[in-house]
C-alpha cells in the first residue's frame, strides 16, 4: 500500500490529522470519516511508525489517531518523540475497551483518549470532534490531555488497549530506572533498583518527568504481578490520584455568574451515554453560546431526574442509553404534566428506531441522525429554541434516505415543530466494486436502514487465490484412462483466501471465510463472488485421493466411449479448486469490521489438486474449465461441473 495516503490538501498550513492504520481497506474507511468528521483538516495516512513520524515532522498533527490491532512495535518511542516536537498534539488510540471506571477514576489525569474497536461510526465521529475542537473554558477542555501530559499511566492503559507484549523502559534523572513488562496487554512484572511487582510499579509512577521508551528484550516469565491489567492500574490510578489531590493548591473559584447574565439564557439537558459525544456536544453548544447552561447525564434514569430538577428549555436525548431507550424517556416525561411540555431532539444512529418513536412521542419536535457536524446541530437546537416552524416527513424503511430528506408539514395538532436531520455519507457499492487504482469513487447517499461501508482495495496488485474443497460426485474417464468431465460440489462453506504481498495490506487474512453470494454472466459463468468472514480462521480439509466406486456407467454417443464413476456416499474423493481472482472492495460495517470482500473471477480456467495444503498446487495442479455452476436460493454455489483443458 502507499505508505502516506493524503486525503485532502491545501496550500497553506492547516492543523492536520495523521491516521497510523496498517491495512488498506481500513485506511480507506476511517480516512473517509476523518475527512468528513474533520473537512477543515488536511489528512495523512501512514502505514508505517517511520513514516508517520516522518509526515508529523514535516507537518505537527493536531490530532494523531492509532489502529493499536494488532500493536506496533516501537509506538511509545514515537509518542515520546511527538511529545518533544509536538507537545500540543492530541492523541486517540483505537484498540480494546479501556473500562468505563478507569475511564471515570482517570478523568483529565492523562494525554491520550481511547475509543473501543470496533465502534460505531457516531461515536468515533464524535471522538474525533471532540478533540479537534472547539473548547470551551472548562474541564472539559481538560480532559482532551495533549502529548505534552503523557505519562506512564497513558501507556500502560496503551499496552492494555493493544494487547501487547513488550517492555516498557523507564528513566528518571540519572539515578532512576526501571522496567515493566507487558504479556499481551496485562502487566506482568515491574523492577526498580531493589524493589519489583507492584511496589516498583507504583515507585515509576511517582517519578516526575519521565522518559518512557521500548526495550529490546522480551519479556520476562518472572510474574510478580497478577490479576487483570484493569484492576491493577485502577487501584494504582486511585491512589497516585489521593495522593496528587492531597498536594494540590487549593482550587480557584469561578466567578458566579450574575443575574442579569442569567436572564433569558436557555437550559438544555443533554443525555447520551458516550462520554466524548457529551464533550463534544456540550463543548459546541457552550462555544456558540457562552450563556446557556447545559447539564449531561449518562443514562436515562438520571436525566429524568435532571430534567425534573433543572426544567430545561430544551433535552438532546440519545435513542440507545443503557439502562432504557429514549422512547421510554419520552413516556415518562410525558406522564408528568410540568414536563410533557418540554420539547425534545432526539439524536441516535438508529435511524428507524428514531424516527418511530418521533411517530409516537409528540414531545419529540426535531431528530437529528448521528454522525452529525456541528454546524447542522447548532442550527437545528437554535431553531427548536427559537420556536421556528419546522417540518417534517418521518422516513419510513423504504423511503427514508440519508442527507436533506423531502420534508411536508406535521400534523396541525400538537406540536407542529418536528424536524428530521441526517448526515451519514456511505460509498456506494456500484462505485465500491469497479473501482480501480487511478478511479474516483463516488460518495451517494443511502437509507438509514444501510449499516455498511464498501471501499475499495487501494493496492496496485490485487491478486488473490481461492481455495474451495469439492466432494467428486461423478468422475468421467476416456478409454485412455485419461481424466475427464467432473461434477462436484462444496465439502463445506468454508474456504481459504491467500493475496500477494502487495494486496495483503488491504485486510487481515487471519481469519476465516465462507462462500457468500455468487454472480453468474450473461453466459451462465462466475462473474464476481463474496466472501463472509467467520470467527475461526480457516481450516483446510483433508483430501482423498482414493476414489472407493460405488457405480459404473458407460456413457454412449461417441466412437470412443467413455466410462463414468460414482464415489460411494461413505467415501467419497476430496480434491481442491484453486482460482486466481482480483480483490476488488471490501465491506465495512458501521464498526468498520469486513462484512463481505468481493472478488472478480478473470474467467473460468481454474486448477484442481489433491494436495490439502492450502495455496499448494495453484501452477502445478491440473487444469480445469468450469463450465456449469448451480446456485441455491441464496446465491450460494452447490455444484459445479468442471471440464479438462488438454
Known amino acids: 500500500m502507499p505508505s502516506s495516503i493524503p486525503i485532502s490538501a491545501g496550500t497553506t498550513p492547516q492543523p492536520s490529522v495523521l491516521l497510523l492504520e496498517e491495512y488498506d481497506a481500513l485506511a480507506a474507511a476511517i480516512g473517509s470519516a476523518l475527512k468528513k468528521f474533520a473537512p477543515g483538516h488536511p489528512v495523512s495516512v501512514a502505514g508505517s511508525l517511520a513514516k508517520a513520524e516522518a509526515i508529523a515532522s514535516e507537518a505537527p ?15 511509545v518511542d514515537l509518542l515520546q518523540t511527538l511529545q518533544d516536537t509536538n507537545p500540543n498534539g492530541r492523541v486517540l488510540v483505537i484498540g480494546t475497551a479501556v473500562p468505563k ?20 461510526l457516531a461515536d468515533f465521529g464524535a471522538a474525533v470532534q471532540a478533540l479537534l475542537g472547539p473548547w470551551r473554558e472548562s474541564d472539559s477542555a481538560n480532559s482532551r490531555g495533549t502529548l505534552r501530559a503523557l505519562n506512564l499511566f497513558d501507556i500502560l492503559l496503551l499496552q492494555g488497549a493493544a494487547s501487547a507484549s513488550v517492555i516498557v523502559e523507564v528513566e528518571a534523572g540519572r539515578k532512576q530506572f526501571g522496567e515493566i513488562h507487558f504479556i499481551h496487554g496485562q502487566v506482568s512484572h515491574a523492577e526498580t533498583g531493589k524493589l519489583d511487582g507492584l511496589e516498583a510499579l507504583a515507585e515509576m509512577l511517582n517519578w516526575e518527568a519521565s522518559t518512557l521508551s521500548e526495550g529490546k528484550k522480551r519479556p520476562s516469565g518472572n510474574r510478580t504481578i497478577h490479576g487483570p491489567w484493569t484492576a491493577v492500574v485502577l487501584e494504582l490510578l486511585r491512589q497516585t490520584k489521593s495522593a496528587r489531590a492531597d498536594e494540590a493548591p487549593p482550587a480557584v473559584e469561578e466567578p458566579t455568574p450574575t443575574k442579569a447574565a442569567l436572564e433569558g439564557a436557555k437550559k438544555i439537558v443533554v443525555i447520551d451515554d458516550t462520554e466524548m459525544l457529551l464533550i463534544f456536544v456540550t463543548d459546541v453548544l457552550a462555544t456558540t453560546h457562552p450563556e446557556w447552561q447545559i447539564t449531561i447525564a449518562g443514562n436515562g434514569a438520571s436525566g429524568c431526574k435532571q430534567v425534573e430538577r433543572i426544567m430545561p428549555d430544551l433535552i438532546l436525548l440519545d435513542y440507545s442509553l443503557p439502562d432504557f431507550n429514549g422512547d421510554e424517556v419520552c413516556r415518562r416525561l410525558l406522564q408528568d404534566e410540568r414536563t410533557a411540555q418540554i420539547p425534545v431532539l432526539m439524536m441516535s444512529g438508529h435511524a428507524l428506531e428514531m424516527h418511530a418513536a418521533a411517530a409516537r412521542f409528540e414531545n419529540i419536535v426535531a431528530t437529528i441522525e448521528k454522525p452529525f457536524l456541528s454546524d447542522a446541530l447548532i442550527d437545528l437546537v437554535q431553531r427548536t429554541l427559537d420556536g421556528a416552524p419546522l417540518r417534517i416527513e418521518v ?10 430528506p423531502e420534508r411536508s408539514p406535521a400534523p396541525p395538532k400538537k406540536k407542529p415543530r418536528r424536524a428530521v436531520l441526517s448526515e451519514a455519507v456511505t460509498l456506494s457499492r456500484s462505485s465500491a466494486v469497479s473501482s480501480i487504482p487511478g478511479e474516483e469513487t463516488t460518495v451517494t447517499k443511502a437509507a438509514p436502514a444501510q449499516t455498511s ?31 475427464g468431465t467432473i461434477r462436484a460440489k462444496p465439502s463445506s462453506s468454508g474456504v481459504s483466501l491467500h493475496l500477494s504481498s502487495a494486496a495483503h495490506d488491504a485486510m487481515p487474512v487471519e481469519i476465516g471465510f465462507e462462500l457468500g453470494r455468487t454472480e453468474l454472466d450473461a453466459n451462465g459463468h462466475i462473474a464476481t463472488m463474496r466472501l463472509v468472514p467467520t470467527m475461526k480462521p480457516f481450516q483446510p480439509a483433508k483430501t482423498r485421493n482414493a476414489l472407493q466406486i460405488g457405480d459404473v456407467a458407460v456413457l454412449p454417443g461417441s466412437p470412443r466411449e467413455s466410462v463414468r464413476l460414482t464415489p460411494t456416499v461413505a467415501a467419497p474423493m476430496t480434491m ?18 469486513v462484512e463481505h470482500v468481493f472478488l472478480k473471477w478473470r474467467g473460468s480456467r481454474v486448477r484442481v489438486t489433491l494436495s490439502s495444503k492450502a495455496a499448494a498446487g495453484e501452477s502445478n495442479g491440473a487444469a480445469f474449465e468450469i463450465t456449469v455452476v448451480q446456485l441455491d436460493a441464496s446465491g450460494r454455489i452447490t455444484e459445479i461441473l468442471l471440464n479438462p483443458i488438454r
Request: proline fraction near 9%; aromatic fraction near 8%; avoid cysteine.
Open 61 to 75: 498533527p493536531a490530532l494523531f489517531v492509532v489502529d493499536v490491532d494488532p500493536p506496533w512495535p516501537g509506538l
Open 576 to 593: 481442491q479448486l484453486l482460482a486466481h481472482l482480483d480483490l476488488t472492495g471490501v465491506e465495512l460495517s458501521r464498526t468498520f469490521q
Open 453 to 483: 461501508l464498501i471501499t475499495p482495495v487501494i493496492s496496485t496488485s490485487k491478486d488473490a487465490v481461492l481455495g474451495l474443497f469439492l466432494d467428486v460426485l461423478s468422475m468421467q474417464f476416456t478409454p485412455q484412462l485419461q481424466m
Open 101 to 120: 471506571e478507569i475511564a471515570d477514576e482517570r478523568g483529565s489525569f492523562g494525554a491520550l483518549q481511547f475509543i473501543e474497536k470496533p465502534f460505531e
Open 395 to 404: 422516513p419510513t424503511e423504504s423511503a427514508a434516505s440519508i442527507g436533506s
